[in-house]
């Protein structure tokens, strides 16, 4: 069975450029969640879609918006890049409908740098 | 604000020592508490997992110990492998709150041969 698939794993940026990021979950979950990682903060939560609804969302500004898709696929896209965007976002699929009944599988990541 | 917190940062500790890295959260209403492992280029994945009206859980060389009164939960890694380098990071979700988890800064694990 395929993990979770995330595209592109690298990419670079200019401040004020927007980016797309994409996330293929595991055939079969229909909850996929987006986390930001960077050294100083750990893993931060930003968004989580369940069947094309975003359920929740974390505390980051309205430049980070996601959507899903009907095939589960998710995109998560930044627009007006500061500097401080660059980190490396994780995406995490998951065939239960709430965390504490099964476990997150998380992708590689896309690692953002922003010049 | 960091809702839980995790120390310490970094660890280093020979083989077949005990790796012990703790975290405390505030919420109360935190109900479920994972830990993931994360090798360098890859995803976290989940280690092992706790709910409060258990104060220990041990798998293989993985222990959780939870104090619930502390609002505090430890990750124990016994006879540490130089195999279990990694970083780890403890996590804490809201029971029934969809899918989304609070996670600690992470402890990079080093053990030396």
């Known amino acids: 069975k395929a993990g979770v698939t995330q595209t592109p794993r690298y990419l670079i940026k200019t401040r004020g450029q927007q980016v797309t990021l994409s996330c293929s979950p595991i055939?079969?979950?229909?909850?996929v969640s987006w986390y930001q990682q960077t050294p100083g903060q750990g893993l931060q939560f930003l968004f989580e879609?369940?069947?094309?609804?975003?359920?929740n969302k974390g505390n980051f500004p309205g430049r980070f918006s996601g959507r899903q898709f009907s095939n589960s696929r998710s995109e998560m896209n930044v627009s007006t890049l500061e500097l401080g965007d660059s980190a490396l976002y994780l995406c995490?699929?998951?065939?239960?409908?709430?965390?504490?009944?099964?476990?997150?599988?998380f992708g590689e990541g896309s690692r953002l740098t922003v010049l | 604000q960091q809702q839980v917190k995790q120390s310490p940062q970094s660890l280093i500790v020979q083989k077949g020592g005990i790796s012990i890295i703790n975290c405390a959260y505030e919420?109360?209403?935190?109900?479920?508490f994972p830990w993931y492992q994360q090798f360098p280029g890859k995803g976290p994945a989940l280690l092992i997992a706790?709910?409060?009206?258990?104060s220990e859980k041990k798998e293989g060389r993985f222990t959780i110990s939870f104090n619930k009164s502390a609002k505090q939960f430890s990750l124990h890694i016994m006879d540490s492998q130089p195999g279990d380098s990694a970083t780890y990071f403890c996590?804490?979700?809201?029971?029934?709150?969809?899918?989304?988890?609070?996670f600690g800064t992470g402890t990079r694990l080093t053990v030396i041969p």
């Open positions: 995490a699929s998951s065939y239960k409908v709430v965390v504490d009944t099964g476990e997150l599988f």
């Open positions: 055939s079969g979950h229909r909850s």
């Open positions: 879609y369940f069947s094309e609804t975003q359920r």
């Open positions: 919420n109360t209403a935190f109900d479920y």
């Open positions: 706790i709910r409060p009206d258990v």
């Open positions: 996590a804490a979700s809201i029971v029934g709150g969809a899918n989304n988890l609070f």
